[in-house]
């Protein structure tokens, strides 16, 4: 018998999985662990404005009530794959007080290990894998899109194809040219099984108006496929902005779409892993199916602050503080970019979420070569563009999360370490 480290290793991996690399945010992680020591020694210590993750504390009543549900019996057991009953219930209150949506807390919502898990996993429960790439099953994504879409895809054995997000169409792709435009390229449109939009977005902070939503309906209905709305920074839009929409505000959207919920980052608890999905009974369906074979729900004391937090207005509250703090930190940015002479008009300021998307000076050749140079001469840490894809080419991605002190060490370090746009 062979040992097992004689084993070609590279065979253990399944065909879709073969070129897969760790995700993107955990790369640059580990590269900035390796650069600390160096970096910190020439007083360059990392200033991490790369990762979408609010550094402010979470709504303390939210803590306190977490703290006390820890103490409740059978909290601590087995959940359910779909969530508690409270939890869907606070769902479905969300869903009416935020967005006037109805949803039916039985068979229209779902508890989710966070919005990622559950896209992923949706995609496994639509997606029959096919090894030839003319034969496989497609999946339209936003390019520069959240990068977990393409790779959750393709471990499906399915295709993600890029709907270009661009200033000349507002960030809005025409999905019935990009039906044309992938028939044309030998792509078979049967083959689309479904769309993902997602606004307000990562990582352009772009956001669209709710006619746009209309359209996308009306398309995902006129071709039948499944229309996947992602709205992971519903809550997070600048003061004068029309909050964002659910797209089950369209009426009989509910026929074609779900939609992805995070509690993430509005209240400030990416390690908490929690977020919910809504729409489409079968689609909810075949989210619960997959997700009731690979894990078994969410923590209960979870649960029930996230029910807490959902229809608390104390959290409400919390989230219009946090983002009036991303607000300020956005315009500080701007004002620290234009004194290192990038021209206000290539500079965007997104009404909503807490990222920039700033071009890189026109000296670069590539978004890697500025992101690369940024961290190792000055320890900063942002994501080139292109790991959210192609069109992506010519930015860098900074999450304005951090505090103040941190911010103006970003210019001011720019500013003596040559980072200037010119
Ligand atoms: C657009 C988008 N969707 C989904 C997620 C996943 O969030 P979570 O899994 O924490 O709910 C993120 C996280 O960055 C995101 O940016």
């Known amino acids: 018998m062979k040992a097992l480290s004689e084993v070609n290793i590279k065979s253990l991996y399944s065909a879709h999985c073969a070129n897969m690399e760790t995700y993107i945010m955990f790369r640059i992680a580990q590269r900035v662990v390796e650069l600390t020591p160096s970096l910190t020694a020439k007083s360059r210590a990392p200033i991490k404005m790369s990762i979408g993750a609010p550094t402010?504390?979470?709504?303390?009543?939210?803590?306190?009530?977490?703290?006390?549900?820890?103490?409740?019996?059978?909290?601590?057991?087995y959940s359910v794959p779909e969530g508690e009953k409270y939890f869907r219930d606070a769902v479905a209150e969300r869903m009416k007080t935020r967005f006037g949506v109805t949803v039916d807390p039985k068979n229209e919502v779902c508890s989710l290990l966070g919005s990622k898990e559950g896209l992923a996993h949706l995609f496994h429960g639509i997606i029959t894998p096919q090894s030839g790439p003319f034969d496989k099953e497609i999946i339209l994504t936003p390019d520069p899109g959240y990068a977990s879409y393409v790779d959750?895809?393709?471990?499906?054995?399915?295709?993600?194809?890029?709907?270009?997000?661009?200033?000349?169409?507002?960030?809005?792709?025409d999905f019935s040219k990009i039906m044309k435009e992938l028939t044309n390229q030998g792509y078979n449109p049967n083959h689309v099984k479904?769309?993902?939009?997602?606004?307000?977005?990562?990582?352009?902070?772009?956001?669209?108006?709710?006619?746009?939503?209309?359209?996308?309906?009306?398309?995902?209905?006129?071709?039948?496929?499944?229309?996947?709305?992602?709205?992971?920074?519903?809550?997070?839009?600048?003061?004068?902005?029309?909050?964002?929409?659910?797209?089950?505000?369209?009426?009989?959207?509910?026929?074609?779409?779900?939609?992805?919920?995070?509690?993430?980052?509005?209240?400030?608890?990416?390690?908490?892993?929690i977020g919910f999905a809504v729409g489409n009974?079968?689609?909810?369906?075949?989210?619960?199916?997959?997700?009731?074979?690979?894990?078994?729900?969410?923590?209960?004391?979870?649960?029930?602050?996230?029910?807490?937090?959902?229809?608390?207005?104390?959290?409400?509250?919390?989230?219009?503080?946090?983002?009036?703090?991303?607000?300020?930190?956005?315009?500080?940015?701007?004002?620290?970019?234009?004194?290192?002479?990038?021209?206000?008009?290539?500079?965007?300021?997104?009404?909503?979420?807490?990222?920039?998307?700033?071009?890189?000076?026109?000296?670069?050749s590539s978004c890697v070569k500025f992101a690369d140079e940024l961290l190792e001469t000055s320890g900063i840490v942002t994501v080139p563009g292109t790991a959210f894809g192609k069109t992506g080419e010519g930015y860098v991605r900074l999450s304005l999360v951090n505090p103040v002190a941190e911010l103006d060490a970003v210019i001011e370090r720019m500013q003596a370490d040559g980072f200037t746009y010119h």
């Not at 669209?208 to 229309?227: M, Q, R, T």
Request: charged share 20%; proline share 9%; net charge neutral.
């Open 56 to 77: 402010v504390a979470p709504p303390e009543l939210l803590i306190e009530r977490f703290t006390e549900y820890l103490k409740e019996p059978g909290i601590h057991s």
């Open 152 to 173: 959750a895809i393709k471990v499906c054995g399915g295709l993600s194809y890029p709907t270009p997000l661009t200033r000349d169409n507002h960030y809005m792709p």
């Open 194 to 273: 479904a769309l993902i939009i997602n606004y307000p977005s990562n990582p352009i902070g772009a956001m669209a108006p709710f006619s746009y939503f209309k359209d996308v309906v009306a398309f995902a209905k006129e071709h039948n496929i499944l229309l996947i709305s992602d709205i992971a920074y519903a809550d997070l839009q600048f003061s004068g902005e029309e909050p964002p929409h659910s797209i089950l505000e369209v009426p009989g959207a509910k026929e074609i779409a779900i939609e992805f919920h995070s509690l993430s980052k509005p209240y400030a608890i990416t390690g908490w892993r």
């Open 281 to 364: 009974a079968a689609a909810v369906d075949i989210l619960n199916k997959v997700k009731s074979t690979v894990d078994s729900g969410l923590f209960k004391a979870m649960q029930k602050a996230a029910a807490f937090a959902l229809t608390s207005p104390v959290c409400d509250q919390f989230i219009k503080d946090t983002v009036k703090i991303y607000e300020a930190n956005q315009a500080r940015m701007l004002r620290g970019f234009q004194s290192l002479g990038w021209p206000a008009e290539a500079l965007q300021a997104p009404r909503a979420t807490f990222y920039l998307w700033l071009p890189i000076p026109p000296r670069y």
